[in-house]
């Protein structure tokens, strides 16, 4: 009996020296890698998540930060008396003076105090960017009935506003008094440009690696569009 007990405490001791066996091995590198890919996989997705956040977070800043720069120029729009009025026609170059549904042009008098003078102003996004272009009046006081000279088509300041907007996007729409919705294929003639009161802002935004677009819609009134005649 007592012999039968050492050979058993024999087995086992020698059991534990022997280690893992094959299989064992095998078994626990399986395991390993299985758990090594989930925490990678894991890394990654968590990784992509925060990417993709902050590329939503830019874009949103980015389109709020423009849409707030256009509103700002566009409520100060402001047509420009003619030097020299047509009696019984046109008074003034209407305040919106290119009306298209990427591309818009106008007069805006911005904090006109002391020294300062209006500007004129476009904004262009048929490059996927909305870029601000300002064209500085020539003189600091207006000049003959009030008007205002500018150097267009030489540019005098220059800016991007929002990137990453498709080529597809209507970015500009326009409305008379009544709502009524203005084409630009009808907004050729300075009549027709002068009856604009309104215009309808979306700025969409494609974020990088994001589904979805972001986008921003503001209809911005102007409060100093008179007859523009």
Known sequence: ??????????????????????????????????IMGLAVSLFV????????????DDGTRQGSNGMNQV????????????ASPIVGGQQSDPAIISAGPQVIRFFAYVNLSGGESPVMVSYDATSGTLVETQYAATTAVAGVNGHW????????????????????????????????ELLPANLTTWQQ????????????????????AVTLTNTIGMANIGSGS
């Open 1 to 34: 009996m007592i012999r039968l007990g050492r050979l058993l405490r024999t087995r086992a001791a020698r059991a534990r020296d022997a280690g893992l066996t094959l299989i064992e091995l095998l078994v626990a590198i399986a395991l390993t890698t299985v």
């Open 45 to 56: 997705a968590a990784t992509h998540s925060v990417s993709l956040s902050q590329s939503i």
């Open 71 to 82: 509103a700002r120029m566009l409520r100060a729009a402001t047509p420009d008396p003619l």
């Open 149 to 180: 000279a500018f150097t267009y088509p030489n540019a005098t300041a220059s800016r991007k506003l929002c990137n990453s907007i498709p080529s597809s996007t209507t970015v500009f729409r326009y409305f008379d008094r009544t709502g009524t």
């Open 193 to 212: 440009l002068a009856t604009i009161t309104s215009v309808k802002v979306t700025i969409t935004i494609q974020p990088t690696g994001a589904a979805s």
